[in-house]
């Protein structure tokens, strides 16, 4: 890293969504946070030693919050680690990494959260917090010590991939999460009618030969878990919405006043299940990708702010996991480096307002975990990024930093590139 020395980032485009801010301007940090972000700032009124950087008119907006990462600490540093996790981060825009408690042995006691919390600030070089296991061993049996969770540095609360299916162990565990202000994240899929699906229930799948995976799956888990909401009056996200059925249940549980909130993860609101084409295992996800229609509304309801994050779901493989017949192979894909510059296809086309993406994976998610960054106000973390909005470039796998290689972008034209990341004032990622 470089010395945390005085930084202004003149002749910026600023886009600060916690203020519903986008002008011209400069920005400056100094011990480790931001001074100012406004227009005509200059180089005259810096403190001495500042380094100037001119951003030539690119973008500089707050560091990006990824909710949902799965990280191979510990238990599986062969798919992933801290180190190389928070590398791909910061070249994705990424300031805040969210990982998941799915590990071996689980996140679920607070000395396997201090574990990850020290081995993030030996190793990462952008902010790591893990959410914890709602139950023991994320068996969906026995709930977990919330409070002492939380009181050890645990975000929020999530099974991982896993779904609570027991409807009086989630009951318990909102009711428990609510004494705490503690917010429960759950992966809305019923598993028994997952059954042996693999991708979308729908004509394409059925063309495929390929057993599909109903929405049903999916909203009937949501619609059981916005009930218990309602009775017990705890804090609710849904881990990953990827359907219209499940964006009808969320609105009607947001105009009820519940205290409901969803994640979409920027697969499902780039891709669909075409993109699969001849059984491209790099795009069998978990949930699957759906229908485009489920796509456009996805989209339409993360601009209206219906859904309120936008997610990597980074989840790397193997490639002996990845390289097998579509239905053998296991489900994920990475998307830490890759997320911001998916979410500019949508702002490039004009299906969502740049402003809106960005609070969408910054303010939002800051706002809904307790946590400081998400915005460039004076006095804020020193967490940005600068990006060249209009930079071409092709995924090459072989170039990202993630430890696995399976992007659904594989050799995907983009456009628009982070080229510095600034984490607590420091430049821990810069390309030319």
């Given at each position: 890293?470089?010395?945390?020395?005085?930084?202004?980032?003149?002749?910026?485009?600023?886009?600060?969504?916690?203020?519903?801010?986008?002008?011209?301007?400069?920005?400056?940090?100094?011990?480790?946070?931001?001074?100012?972000?406004?227009?005509?700032?200059?180089?005259?009124?810096?403190?001495?030693?500042?380094?100037?950087?001119?951003?030539?008119?690119?973008?500089?907006?707050?560091g990006l919050i990824d909710m949902r990462a799965f990280i191979g600490e510990p238990g599986a540093t062969s798919r992933e680690t801290l180190a190389t996790a928070s590398q791909a981060a910061a070249a994705g825009g990424v300031t805040t990494i969210v990982c998941q408690p799915d590990t071996t042995p689980a996140i679920d006691n607070a000395a396997t959260v201090d574990y990850?919390?020290?081995?993030?600030?030996?190793?990462?070089?952008?902010?790591?917090?893990?959410?914890?296991?709602?139950?023991?061993?994320?068996?969906?049996?026995?709930?977990?010590?919330?409070?002492?969770?939380?009181?050890?540095?645990?975000?929020?609360?999530?099974?991982?991939?896993?779904?609570?299916?027991?409807?009086?162990?989630?009951?318990?565990?909102?009711?428990?999460?609510?004494?705490?202000?503690?917010?429960?994240?759950?992966?809305t899929e019923d598993p028994d009618l997952i059954g042996e699906g693999v991708m979308n229930e729908g004509e394409f799948g059925a063309r495929l030969g390929l057993m599909g995976v109903p929405k049903a799956a999916e909203t009937i888990v949501l619609e059981r878990d916005i009930r218990l909401v309602d009775l017990t009056g705890g804090r609710y996200h849904a881990a990953s919405v990827t359907c219209?059925?499940?964006?009808?249940?969320?609105?009607?549980?947001?105009?009820?006043?519940?205290?409901?909130?969803?994640?979409?993860?920027?697969?499902?609101?780039?891709?669909?299940?075409?993109?699969?084409?001849?059984?491209?295992?790099f795009l069998k996800l978990l949930p699957p990708l759906r229908a485009e229609d489920d796509r456009k509304a996805l989209v339409e309801a993360l601009a209206d702010g219906l859904v309120d994050v936008a997610m990597s779901d980074h989840n790397p493989q193997d490639v002996e996991t990845k390289r097998l017949p579509f239905a053998e192979a296991a489900p994920g894909a990475i998307g830490l480096e890759t997320m911001l510059i998916a979410g500019l296809r949508l702002v490039h086309g004009g299906e969502i307002e740049l402003i809106k993406l960005l609070r969408a994976m910054s303010t939002r998610p800051a706002e809904l975990l307790g946590l400081p960054g998400g915005t460039l106000r004076a006095g804020a973390p020193a967490d940005l990024i600068v990006v060249d909005l209009d930079r071409p470039w092709v995924v090459d796998p072989a170039e990202l930093k993630s430890k696995c290689k399976n992007t659904p972008f594989d050799e995907a034209r983009m456009t628009g590139r982070v080229v510095r990341t600034i984490v607590a004032g420091r430049t821990v990622y810069e390309i030319v």
């Open positions: 890293m470089l010395d945390r020395r005085p930084i202004l980032l003149a002749n910026a485009r600023i886009a600060d969504p916690s203020r519903d801010l986008d002008i011209v301007g400069d920005v400056l940090l100094a011990d480790g946070v931001v001074r100012e972000a406004k227009t005509g700032i200059g180089a005259a009124g810096v403190p001495e030693g500042t380094e100037v950087i001119d951003c030539r008119g690119r973008l500089v907006a707050p990850v919390l020290r081995r993030a600030r030996d190793t990462a070089i952008v902010h790591v917090h893990p959410m914890a296991a709602i139950t023991k061993g994320l068996e969906g049996k026995e709930m977990t010590e919330i409070g002492l969770l939380k009181a050890a540095g645990a975000v929020a609360f999530t099974d991982g991939e896993r779904s609570v299916t027991n409807a009086q162990v989630m009951r318990r565990a909102l009711a428990y999460a609510r004494d705490f202000d503690a917010l429960i994240v759950h992966h219209a059925e499940s964006l009808e249940v969320l609105r009607r549980a947001k105009d009820a006043g519940l205290d409901v909130t969803a994640s979409a993860s920027i697969n499902h609101l780039t891709l669909n299940e075409n993109d699969i084409g001849p059984y491209r295992t």
